[in-house]
């Protein structure tokens, strides 16, 4: 499997003990790092939503004849997970892990200011309007998982910022801003 030629990778991809868990503390640091960075970066610009750990093209560079081990890919996703960019879909089997574009206090942020700059305070939008609609073009909520939008919006409504109500489908859920 090959990365997509529309995301560049950075130069210490290309960096073989790149794919060798580091044994000294400080460089395994910037490493674990790098990876968390590359992670987030590759599926954030990609739109993917979930890394499924067996398909993961970032794992192996076939250019430098380079991968990470197994156990590796286990310390790099721990790592991953521990800093609050990712979450297991299945925590037993640690397989699929759901990408966290942006944290869900930063995504709840990111709605709020996108809905005073936009005049959506006191008006009303749906679900949809803020995971696909035009006025959200290029916001970093765009095409965001349903579930962690959802929670971003939890976020709002617990900080009196807006209300979520329901429609016909999830969908079509409410939400108005205060």
């Not at 993961?56 to 997970?81: A, E, G, H, Y």
């Not at 962690?148 to 709002?156: C, D």
């Amino acid at each position: 499997m090959t990365t997509p030629a529309n995301f560049e990778l950075p130069d210490f991809y290309y960096f073989p003990p790149f794919f060798t868990i580091q044994p000294v503390l400080s460089t395994r640091e910037k490493q674990l790092g790098q990876w968390r960075e590359l992670i987030l970066k590759y599926h954030t610009d990609l739109k993917i939503k979930t890394l499924v750990v067996h398909e993961c093209p970032l794992f192996q560079n076939s250019t430098i004849q380079r991968n990470l081990t197994p156990s590796d890919i286990q310390v790099v996703m721990s790592d991953f997970v521990s800093s609050g960019h990712g979450e297991w879909e299945d925590p037993n089997q640690k397989t699929r892990c759901r990408i966290l574009w942006r944290k869900p206090e930063q995504l709840a942020s990111d709605v709020y200011e996108w809905a005073v700059k936009n005049g959506f305070v006191g008006s009303v939008c749906t679900v949809y309007e803020l995971h696909s609609g035009e006025d959200v073009n290029g916001m970093s909520f765009q095409g965001a998982d349903e579930e962690l939008l959802r929670r971003a919006l939890g976020i709002l409504e617990d900080q009196g910022k807006c209300t979520m109500f329901q429609g016909e489908t999830s969908s079509e859920d409410g939400i108005k801003f205060f």
